[in-house]
């Protein structure tokens, strides 16, 4: 059995830890696919960020222990340089830590060391090329004796490159996403509210809350998940069970219509993956469980595992854009979330969640995230819901987004709006990370030969279709009756056996 442990990761590290590239693969496989053509099967549903720091350690020269990367980002740092002012200030706008002047001296240490091992190999090679010719016996050896330098030379600044590399990688990955122009600037009270639906439900009698109701219908067991498992988590039962399948294969029947690709995927991931999608620790408070002994973590939402489905992989743009829906599990710590709504389902270790994720092309993000926007607004709308779109200001965006829109509803048991749902656009701030290209179809003008030209990353957007524990306590409360029942929305009930209503049981 696999011991499970938060990750220990020390302040020095607190950014992403790396890993060399693999060479990239063209990927093959999907081009025989019909992403436009539904598949034809019946909906069932299976009931069921700071990541874990993997290193390598090798000695130096000096007997001491260094830390290579295991992975690195495809960073762009000679447009951070040209940049510098607006970098900064996007580093100041999103309140980061990063530090772009260590950033900037070390690249500009890198490309002068650079030079030299440049210049060093060229005299290499012109002594090497000399010692071909016929040579006085002393001429030789002075060839000699100079070829020897410049090796020693050479492996010295080469090993001071690998160096500087490595420190250059680790500093930068700290530096977030460039921010969306029209994002509102400071915290998260800065934030704008886009849209608002609905008006919130009136009663004519005491409210109750999701636990309360829970509990007279008897489809929670908060006791007993807490001796089997601890605190903040749960069992579902009888009809509470109906619901959570119900609203699975609903809001996966309603985007597979938006032409969805439906995935479910691994819930565990190695650590590295969890880091190449942006899920950095903040201070000490991770959001990750690590499984000890490997490099493996369980995920906290399925935008990870989707998100390295085409890892390394070149696309052809003709497959753009690949949208999937995926549903997991997802675990996460809520490190540091004491007091903030801990009763009931609100906020909890472990839920049931279906993920929206699209790989397309960079001129199309904007488009295609008011598009997710507008499917998480229809989804909550049908089911006769009152909530508000926030565009949220930039201390409250992760460190991979470029804008995030989240959608808070009424929950009239808790008194105040709750986070439902997310959507993010990340531009190429993954893709970077994972090695995710397209191969546009039109060559450039410097390459006329169709499909050779140069590759560009995809922009990947990530949004939250349903949420269960969260979408269940909306439901619960909003609908909740005079007598203890709950009447169940129309567009679930073919989902529920064509359940009408959650009654109290009898006793």
């Known amino acids: ?9 020390p302040a020095a590290f607190s950014s992403s830890c790396f890993m060399f590239r ?6 093959g496989l999907i081009s025989r696919r019909n992403h436009s053509q539904k598949p034809p099967f019946r909906l069932l549903a299976r009931a069921f960020s700071a990541p874990a720091l993997q290193t390598i350690d090798t000695t130096d020269n000096k007997g001491g222990v260094a830390v290579k990367p295991q992975w690195k980002a495809a960073i762009d740092f000679k447009w951070i340089r040209d940049n510098k002012e607006a970098v900064s200030a996007n580093i100041r706008n999103r309140n980061s830590n990063a530090n772009l002047e260590l950033v900037l001296e070390l690249y500009e240490k890198m490309l002068n060391v650079q030079k030299e091992v440049d210049r060093l190999r060229e005299e290499r090679n012109a002594v090497a090329n000399k010692m071909k010719g016929k040579l006085e016996p002393s001429e030789r050896q002075k060839l000699i004796e100079e070829g020897k330098n410049l090796k020693e030379g050479l492996v010295t600044l080469e090993e001071d490159l690998v160096k500087l590399t490595d420190e250059l990688q680790q500093e930068a990955q700290c530096i977030p996403n460039m921010t969306h122009p029209d994002v509102p600037v400071g915290g998260e009270d800065c934030s704008i509210i886009r849209k608002t ?26 006791d007993a998940a807490a001796e089997v ?11 509470a069970v109906m619901l959570e399948m119900g609203l699975i294969n609903w809001t996966l029947s309603e985007v597979i219509k938006r032409g969805f690709t439906p995935l479910t995927t691994p819930e565990i991931v190695r650590s590295s993956v969890v880091e190449k999608c942006g899920f950095q620790p903040r201070g000490a408070n991770t959001q990750v469980y690590s499984i000890e002994g490997t490099d493996q973590c369980l995920i906290g939402t399925a935008e990870i595992p989707v998100g390295g489905i085409h890892m390394d992989s070149i696309l052809s743009e003709s497959l753009l854009p690949l949208k999937y829906a995926a549903f997991s599990h997802c675990f996460r710590t809520e490190a540091g979330a004491a007091g903030t709504a801990t009763r009931g389902l609100y906020r909890v270790h472990q839920f049931s969640k279906l993920e929206m994720f699209i790989f397309c092309q960079p001129e199309e993000s904007d488009s295609y995230h008011e598009e997710l926007i507008r499917i998480e607004e229809d989804l909550y709308s049908s089911l006769g819901l009152h909530f508000k779109t926030v565009d949220m200001a930039t201390e409250d965006l992760g460190a991979p987004a470029y804008r995030k829109f989240d959608v808070e509803a009424w929950m009239p048991g808790l008194g105040r709006y709750g986070e439902i749902s997310s959507a993010s656009n990340c531009t190429d701030y993954q893709s970077r990370r994972l090695g995710i290209r397209y191969r546009p179809s039109q060559p450039s003008s410097t390459n006329t030969k169709k499909g050779k030209g140069p590759t560009r990353f995809v922009h990947t957007l990530n949004a939250t279709a349903c949420a269960i524990p969260r979408m269940i306590i909306c439901l619960l ?16 009930r073919p989902f529920m056996g064509g359940l009408e209503r959650i009654s109290p049981k009898c006793s």
């Open 1 to 9: 059995m696999q011991t499970v442990k938060l990750a220990a990761i």
């Open 197 to 222: 639906v609905g008006n919130p439900s009136v009663f004519n009698f005491p409210v109750k809350d999701h636990f309360q109701l829970g509990k007279a219908l008897d489809i929670f067991d908060f």
């Open 229 to 239: 498992s601890g605190s903040k988590f749960y069992y579902l039962k009888n009809e």
């Open 477 to 492: 409360e909003n609908y909740q009756q005079e007598d203890g029942s709950v009447i169940i929305p129309e567009p679930l």
């Open 22 to 27: 693999p060479v990239t693969k063209t990927l």
